[in-house]
């Protein structure tokens, strides 16, 4: 079965001046498209790459190779998994999240802060993230079309840093988008979801 391209969970003019309706024709309905387009041709040339799911393809490339393959399904996980993680309606962590944020970060604008930093100091392209490792969270990044599907990871959330997931609204200022996303736009009660396994369930189902 050909991989499709997600629809968004959301409106695209839902963000308002946070994420504007332009940004999401080009970076969904252009990029990550594309990224889908890619990949189903490359799976259709070679019949070992047939029939397996967008996770098993990432684990399978991420060995072995091939690297172009590897680009296009990491690429299209991770762009599922951050639209999933955002929400038009601001939310605030509760619970076992908002215990473990607070545990690992002092609080969640601690939190916010080494998002931030991580996702302005990643040199060139790439992903920040928020990873569960071992019972604690971990904030971390990833350059290019990696994805923590490839290092065994337990993902609750990823932003973009690649260029054309804010250029059109931010120009170069990589600092406004990443505070503003992190501060406004994040869907936490997605982040507790994969917390749990159900949660990872989900994040599995994305290909």
């Known amino acids: 079965m050909a991989f499709e391209l997600p629809a968004l969970p959301y ?23 594309a990224y889908v387009v890619k990949a189903n041709e490359l799976v259709a040339a070679n019949s070992e790459f047939q029939g397996k799911s967008l996770v ?9 190779g091939p690297k172009g393959l590897f680009n296009q399904v990491g690429q299209i996980w991770n762009h599922s998994f951050y639209w999933l993680g955002l929400s038009p309606e601001k939310k605030e962590p509760t619970g076992e999240l908002l215990r473990l944020i607070n545990e690992s970060f ?8 080494k998002l931030k930093a991580e996702a302005v100091g990643h ?21 290019d079309a990696d ?5 065994g990871a337990t993902p609750l959330l990823i932003l973009d840093v690649w260029e054309h997931a804010y250029y059109i609204d931010y120009r170069n200022a990589r600092p406004d988008y990443a505070d503003k996303i992190l501060r406004n736009a994040i869907d936490w009660d997605f982040v507790a979801l994969n917390l749990d396994r159900l949660g990872l369930t989900r994040a599995d189902q994305l290909g």
Do not use: C, Q
Not at 25 to 30: A, L, S, V
């Open 11 to 33: 409106a695209k003019d839902a963000f308002g001046d946070i994420i504007s309706a332009e940004t999401f024709d080009f970076h969904h309905g252009k990029h990550h498209n």
């Open 106 to 113: 002092g609080s969640l604008d601690g939190l916010i802060e």
């Open 123 to 143: 040199f060139a392209s790439g992903w920040a993230a928020l990873n569960l490792k071992e019972g604690e969270l971990e904030v971390t990044s990833y350059h």
């Open 56 to 64: 098993e393809l990432i684990e399978l490339t991420a060995a072995r």
């Open 147 to 151: 994805t923590p599907v490839a290092h």
